[in-house]
């Protein structure tokens, strides 16, 4: 018996938040005051290392989503199945 595992902790921190609302909005048809929402939710985002006691400085985040799941499975949604 196989058994397969994934990962999918730094997958989230990959998003391409560009494309996601692009998948949105496209193949979900998601518009109006939800798709402004997520716009907002998505942008202007910031992010900060800590290692041990050691927090770095904020700084802008251009990729990755915090919502988890389900926004990274609409991410990796192949509508052309």
């Known amino acids: 018996m196989g058994v397969v595992f994934f ?3 730094d997958a989230f921190g990959s998003v391409n938040r560009v494309k996601l609302l692009y998948k949105l ?3 979900f ?3 109006g005051r939800m798709l402004m929402f997520l716009t907002q939710f998505l942008s202007d985002r910031k992010a900060r ?3 041990n006691d050691l927090i770095g400085e904020w700084i802008e985040s251009l ?3 915090s919502a988890g799941p389900i926004l ?3 991410h990796v949604h192949d509508s052309s199945l």
């Open 7 to 9: 990962d999918f902790n």
């Open 25 to 27: 909005r496209n193949d």
């Open 29 to 31: 048809h998601i518009s």
């Open 49 to 51: 290392i800590k290692v």
């Open 63 to 65: 990729v990755g989503t």
């Open 72 to 74: 990274f499975l609409t």
